[in-house]
């Protein structure tokens, strides 16, 4: 079942749940904004449907609630920073508004954050960048959650990557996968949902194929999209976040980590890249917009109605969620209901935010 929610109503609901949790306002409302505009955008694997597990994390002690950024070292074209143990989200958009303050006169600049946990959609992060005219990309490294080429156990994390840059009257293109088949959101949300999953997706804990999501829970083994390709992607992920910043490496990432006295040490990259630096903004944006054109204009396979580019229909699924409401499944609703339980927060607030 599908029920709709104001979006500035639930973003607000959500943030109210998150101070709740001990965390500071001003983070708890970039967490709920990043939830709440990553559902919009259709990709539920990463919304609100997180909300009651960062909260685990936080009430099991693996996660401080008010932990501040840490700047380790910087130039006018980097940032090194320490999430020191917090939540990924905060600390990742912090670094991202940084990040964007020094690309504005420089043509190219990196960050990377280590000591962090899971931060949301990648994809996130370098459409901010592409807000600002900028080129951007972002990348996390995880937990062994994927089965390297020739593996059957969890070798290398699913590790997301996003890139994205601004397209003038397009918005803009946006590009974010992880390196898994599909992300393990959607399986979870199966498991909950009860339903099946094709089968390609992940090995069960002996190696075998399995179309059963509860796998997931019992030490099943995701597999990477394109094979080695995926693989490869996803070293590249390990060695921009890991080896670069200086984060947890392979077994050394911990992901929703749950244990006192340790932090999971997942570790981020961003890049901004200026096109002013290149020929110039608007010879960009002209040129992106030609691109697309070319690209939609294509000649189309039998029963497909429109080529889009990418990040298109994420936009148009935002656009008509500001206008009727953003979309939650049952998944999401329960999943934010316990979270709002677990900090003792009238779970009943959430019904004011739904559209009838």
């Known amino acids: 079942m599908i029920e709709k929610f104001d979006c500035i109503s639930l973003e607000k609901f959500a943030a109210n749940v998150f101070e709740h949790a001990g965390i500071p306002a001003q983070d708890a409302a970039m967490i709920s904004r ?66 964007i303050e020094k690309a504005r006169t420089t043509p190219i600049a990196v960050a990377t954050v280590n000591h962090s946990d899971h931060y949301g959609a990648a994809g996130y992060y370098a459409m901010r960048c592409a807000e600002e005219g900028l080129i951007g990309f972002s990348m996390s490294n995880t937990c062994p959650l994927v089965a390297v ?27 974010d996968v992880c390196m898994s088949v599909v992300a393990s959101g959607k399986i979870e949300i199966a498991s909950k949902e009860h339903k099946k999953i094709p089968f390609g997706w992940i090995l069960d804990k002996d190696g075998n194929p399995t179309d059963d999501p509860d ?11 394109g094979g080695h390709k995926g693989y490869g992607i996803a070293a590249m992920v390990e060695m921009m976040t890991a080896l670069l910043g ?6 050394g990432v911990k992901s929703w980590n749950t244990v006192p006295g340790r932090d999971a040490n997942t570790g981020h990259c961003f890049m901004a890249i200026n096109p002013a630096f290149f020929g110039g903004l608007e010879n960009f944006i002209a040129r992106t917009e030609s691109m697309i054109e070319e690209l939609k204009a294509g000649r ?10 990418p990040g298109e229909i994420e936009f148009a699924r935002e656009d008509d969620a500001r206008i009727n409401g953003v979309a939650l499944s049952d998944a999401s609703l329960t ?6 339980s677990l900090v003792n927060y009238d779970v009943a607030e959430l019904e004011k935010c739904r559209i009838e």
């Open 149 to 175: 080429s020739g593996g059957a156990s969890a070798g290398i994390g699913n590790n997301p990557f996003a890139y994205a840059c601004p397209a003038g009257k397009y918005r803009a293109i946006l590009f």
């Open 215 to 225: 796998q997931i829970y019992k030490g099943a083994v995701m597999l990477p999209f």
């Open 34 to 99: 990043v939830l709440v505009t990553t559902d919009m955008r259709g990709v539920h694997s990463h919304g609100v449907v997180r909300a009651a597990r960062y909260i685990d994390c936080i009430q099991a002690g693996g996660i401080k609630s008010a932990a501040e950024l840490e700047i380790i070292e910087e130039s006018a074209s980097h940032l090194r920073a320490s999430a020191a143990g917090g939540l990924g989200i905060p600390a990742s958009v912090k670094t991202t508004e940084k990040l």
């Open 300 to 309: 189309k396979v039998q029963g497909t109605e429109k080529i889009f580019y």
């Open 246 to 251: 200086n984060s947890g490496l392979l077994s």
């Open 335 to 340: 999943e934010l209901k316990r979270a709002a």
